[in-house]
């Protein structure tokens, strides 16, 4: 028998929806928001008042994208936590009332645990997805870690950020250079062009498999300022080179701490996941260290990094299969540890 689930993500700033249906994706609507770009990052309250605007209209275009009605829906996942609360309180209001009126179940979600899954997802029949157990590092603007991946509902960190995250360290990074928001993509396009080894930025020495970006960026600051004081137009001048350096600097972190852990847990399927795995960077020097050390990588598409419903959805499916559902009186909450 086939199980389709709608799946709604609100954790932040894009406004998603999707359709499973046995893992298949069926649509995968996302709506942004703009809005926050003149600020040079989120504003929580807009964000929060642009979801109650866009839930509705991306919630009926997910639906009539999948060709499916809201009677055939035989469950609702919503993101749970962590993110904004604001923003986590439309989708899972939304959630809770559309399941209630419909008599299905709804299912809290773990917006980490979506971001490992999303590998799983079949947007075409013959996709392919990790052998358990692997090891997955999730970057992203909020979130650092690598994971330990025993099954779809078996998940357990190993080794995360004890300060700031990566994806945050690109886009302090980028707003120091006057780059705009979201600043890491626009340094991943610039890092393209420019010389990795341009600049030798501070690396931490942090014991284990925990990660810390906070003295890089204080690396990253102070550099420029001594530059700049010989040198006014040095940014300027070498704004590629400078990009590429920061970039390069923060995946030999990443990579380092992924070695350690297969080295550990002596496992070779490798998957990476967040928002910071669709930079281009990471991902070709991921590819290239897999081949070198004979490990089975495995890169989302990139449509699959950012927040999306999709992922959501998917764990929804497996929850579902173990008839694990979640109470209507449950509430989101900005800080949501795994399991």
């Known amino acids: 028998m086939s199980v389709t689930i709608l799946g709604i993500e609100s954790s932040c ?3 998603s929806a999707a359709v499973i249906r046995d893992q298949l994706l069926l649509s995968n609507v996302i709506s942004s928001q703009d809005v926050h770009k ?21 919630v009926d275009t997910a639906l009539r994208n999948a060709g499916v009605t809201i009677a055939e829906i035989d469950a609702i996942a919503y993101t ?18 559309a399941a209630l009126t419909l008599g299905v179940p709804i299912i809290s979600v773990n917006h980490l645990q979506g971001h490992v899954l999303s590998h799983f997802i079949k947007d075409e029949p013959n996709a392919i997805h990790p052998s358990f157990p692997f090891l997955c590092l999730l970057v992203s603007g909020g979130h650092t870690q690598i994971m330990l991946v025993r099954g779809p509902m078996d998940m357990e960190i190993v080794g995360q950020t004890i300060d700031d995250a990566a994806g945050e360290a690109f886009d302090k990074c980028a707003k120091v250079l006057g780059l705009p928001y979201p600043g890491g993509p626009v340094i991943d ?11 030798k930025f501070a690396k931490p020495n942090i014991p284990d498999l925990d990660f810390s970006f906070s003295g890089l960026k204080t690396s990253f600051l102070y550099t420029l300022r001594d ?17 590429a350096s920061l970039q390069q600097t923060i995946i030999e972190i990443l990579l380092s701490k992924v070695e350690q852990a297969v080295r550990k847990y002596r496992i070779k399927e490798i998957a990476i996941a967040g928002g910071v795995a669709a930079n281009s960077g990471l991902r070709n020097a991921l590819q290239l260290l897999g081949q070198k050390r004979g490990w089975k990588v495995y890169l989302p598409k990139k449509q699959f990094t950012t927040d999306n419903a999709a992922m959501i959805a998917i764990v929804g499916y497996y ?3 173990e008839g694990k559902t979640s109470p209507l009186d449950e509430p989101p909450l900005a800080r949501l540890p795994l399991g």
């Open 38 to 58: 003149q600020y040079g990052g989120v504003v929580p309250e807009l964000a929060s008042r642009a979801h109650q605007a866009n839930i509705i209209p991306v």
């Open 13 to 15: 700033d894009d406004t």
């Open 227 to 243: 530059k700049l004081y010989t040198e006014p137009n040095f940014v300027n001048e070498h704004l590629p080179d400078i990009c």
């Open 189 to 199: 396009k610039l890092a393209a062009e420019g010389n990795p080894g341009f600049i």
């Open 80 to 97: 749970r936590g962590p993110g904004l609360l604001g923003s986590l309180l439309v989708g899972a209001s939304f959630a809770k009332g």
């Open 319 to 321: 929850s579902y299969l």
